[in-house]
C-alpha cells in the first residue's frame, strides 16, 4: 500500500511539472542504509529519477550542497523540479553503474584505478572549493565536531559492541572516546568539505566519467576521512598497493600551503581512518546485524580485516589504550560473522 501511495504522489508531481503522466515508473532498490524511496520515471526515450523522502531538513540540505558545488564544477546530477513540500524531487539520471559495480564486474584494472584517482581528484576540488559555502545549511550538524564523533562512537559501541558481545567497561571506553573526539575535532579555522560517506557506491561512472551522488551528510570537517571512507570501503576490498598509491596522489596534489610533512600526514590519517572504520562497524552492525540486510552484514569481515591491519599500524603514542584493547578483542570474533 506504502509502495502504491508513493507512486501516486510521484505520478502527482510530475503531473503538475510537466501537465502529462509519466509512461512508466520503475521503483528502485538503491541498497543502502537510507529510507529515502528512488524511482526511474519513463517518459518516452528520455528518462529521470524520482526521490521521495520525508526528511525535509536533509532534503534542504542536499539541495543547496548539490547547487553550490555543481556551479563549482562538481559532476553532480542537476535537481529540475521541487514539491511544494519538499519532500518530491527528480533529477538527472545518471544510470546505475557505480565505482563499487564497475570493480566488483571488471576487476583492479587500469581503467578502474583511473576511475579511483579521478574521484581523489574532484573530491580534493570539491573539499578546497567550500570556502563561501554556508555550513549552517548541513545536516543533521554543521561540522565534524566533538558531538558528531561521540554520536560515532557510540553508534559504534551500541549497534557492534553491545550486540556482538564484547565485554567492556563503560567509563573507561567513554574517558576513551572523549579524549579521541577532542583529538579529531575539526578546527574552527578549518573550512574544508567533508562528504562524509564518500565510497564506491556513491560514485557514478556515467559517460565515461565519475560522478557524485549522496552527499547529503556533508559538512565542515576534516579532508581525509572521505579519503579514508574511498579507499577503506570493506566492501571494495581494495589490494594495498594501491591504497598506498592513491595516498601518495592524493598527498603530492595537496596545496602547498595546506601540506604537512609526510610523517604527519601518515600519522592524521590513521587516526580518522580509525573512526571510520568503528563508523562503519556500527553502521554495519545495525543494518546488517539487527535490521539484517545482506550487504551489511557479509561486509563486516573485510571491515575487521581493515581494523586489524590498522591495529598493527597505529603508533604506540596514542592515547587511547583501553579503546584498541577493546578493538583488538573485536578483531578476535570475526569468525562469528563469516558465513
Known amino acids: 500500500m506504502i509502495r502504491i501511495n508513493t507512486e501516486t504522489l510521484i505520478s502527482q508531481e510530475f503531473q503538475k511539472w510537466k501537465a502529462k503522466t509519466p509512461e512508466n515508473i520503475e521503483v528502485l532498490n538503491s541498497g543502502s542504509a537510507s529510507s529515502r524511496q528512488y524511482f526511474r520515471l519513463h517518459i518516452g526515450e528520455k528518462k529521470l529519477i524520482a526521490t521521495y523522502s520525508t526528511d525535509v531538513r536533509e532534503n534542504e540540505a542536499f539541495f543547496y550542497i548539490g547547487d553550490y558545488f555543481r556551479k563549482q564544477g562538481i559532476r553532480i546530477p542537476e535537481v529540475y523540479y521541487i514539491s511544494e513540500d519538499r519532500c518530491v524531487y527528480f533529477q538527472q539520471d545518471i544510470g546505475d553503474l557505480n565505482l563499487l559495480s564497475h570493480l566488483k564486474s571488471e576487476g583492479l584494472t587500469n581503467e578502474t584505478k583511473q576511475y579511483y584517482k579521478e574521484s581523489l581528484e574532484m573530491l580534493m576540488k570539491m573539499q578546497l572549493g567550500a570556502r563561501e559555502i554556508d555550513y549552517s545549511k548541513c545536516y543533521p550538524r554543521p561540522s565534524f565536531d566533538v558531538q558528531s564523533i561521540i554520536w560515532d562512537l557510540n553508534y559504534f559501541k551500541y549497534y557492534f559492541l553491545k550486540v556482538s558481545g564484547v565485554d567492556f567497561d563503560e ?159 573485536v578483531v578476535q570474533i570475526k569468525n562469528n560473522f563469516e558465513n
Open 171 to 329: 567509563q573507561s571506553l567513554e574517558d576513551d572516546f572523549q579524549f579521541l573526539a577532542q583529538d579529531l575535532a575539526i578546527k574552527e579555522s578549518e573550512s574544508y568539505f567533508m562528504f562524509r560517506d564518500f565510497q564506491a557506491r556513491n560514485i557514478h561512472i556515467f559517460n565515461n566519467e565519475v560522478w557524485f551522488i549522496d552527499f547529503q551528510g556533508g559538512r565542515r570537517g576534516p579532508m581525509l576521512y572521505d579519503v579514508a571512507s574511498l579507499l577503506f570501503q570493506a566492501s571494495a576490498n581494495l589490494q594495498n598497493e594501491f591504497r598506498n598509491d592513491c595516498l601518495d596522489v592524493y598527498f603530492s596534489q595537496l596545496p602547498k600551503e595546506i601540506r604537512q610533512s609526510r610523517d604527519v600526514f601518515d600519522k592524521n590519517f590513521k587516526k580518522i581512518l580509525l573512526i571510520r572504520i568503528v563508523q562503519t562497524l556500527g553502521a554495519y552492525g545495525f543494518r546488517g546485524l539487527i535490521e539484517g540486510k545482506p550487504y551489511f552484514k557479509n561486509s563486516i569481515p573485510n571491515a575487521l580485516d581493515n581494523l586489524q591491519l590498522l591495529l598493527l599500524e597505529l603508533d604506540e603514542d596514542v592515547k587511547i589504550s583501553y579503546f584498541l584493547k577493546i578493538l583488538a578483542d
